[in-house]
């Protein structure tokens, strides 16, 4: 696609339920990033997928998080569980080549 | 622990009225410096990656430089189009390469 697309665009839950942000990213890029962007505060780096290599989960805050991306394409960020400090922006990235990445608009979530 | 600080938080500039954002880093061993914008309900959009010190990069009203410990963004007669928030962002020495630190940013404001 021209871009990396993101959805749901807003995402409003209750705590304790599960969710899953979808991200798909620009046709022939082989890595995709996972972005955590609160309130007033700098972009969080969650995870990193390149390739068919094992995913770089280090920036996961807890075990209530978890990603994979499917054929080398479509990533989906799943948050069990949720909390309300898990509420902000999921933004993806996707790039080819060396670090510049190309955002998604994000997906705003809400846990009330 | 890599650390990326952005001065000032919040800039308002009268169309016209040039001024320079600054992006400070703690992280050994640069292996690059990013500058990104970001629109209100937008992801981040690329704009220009520095490597070593004293190098320049220009984009229209906007221009990039670096030095060992600090990277400026200067803005000559900026118009209010040009109005936005500023991310800066740094390779982390541990861990992938893509992995980004991001700065909090700097929101910019241009009055007409």
């Known amino acids: 696609g021209a871009g990396v697309s993101q959805s749901p665009s807003n995402k409003v839950t209750e705590k304790g339920k599960d969710v899953e942000l979808r991200c798909d990213p620009i046709s022939g890029h082989t890595a995709l990033y996972w972005y955590r962007q609160s309130l007033g505060q700098g972009l969080e780096f969650l995870i990193y997928f390149q390739g068919n290599s094992a995913p770089d989960k280090s920036g996961l805050p807890s075990d209530r998080f978890s990603a994979e991306r499917t054929g080398g394409s479509v990533s989906t960020l799943t948050i069990q569980r949720t909390q309300q400090e898990d509420s902000a922006v999921y933004l993806c990235?996707?790039?080819?080549?060396?670090?510049?990445?190309?955002f998604g608009a994000g997906s705003r979530l809400t846990v009330l | 622990e890599d650390q990326v600080t952005q001065s000032p938080e919040a800039l308002r500039l009268q169309e016209g009225e040039s001024s320079s954002l600054n992006c400070s880093y703690t992280v050994s061993g640069l292996r690059g410096l990013f500058w990104y914008r970001q629109d209100p309900g937008k992801g981040p959009e690329f704009l220009f990656t520095?490597?070593?010190a004293g190098e320049e990069k220009e984009k229209e009203r906007l221009k990039a430089t670096l030095t060992k410990k600090e990277s400026f963004l200067h803005i000559t007669a900026p118009k209010p189009e040009d109005s936005a928030t500023y991310l800066c962002a740094v390779p982390r020495q541990s861990g992938s390469a893509r992995q980004l630190t991001f700065g909090s940013g700097t929101q910019l404001t241009v009055l007409p």
């Open positions: 520095l490597y070593s």
């Open positions: 990235a996707s790039s080819w080549g060396a670090n510049v990445l190309t």
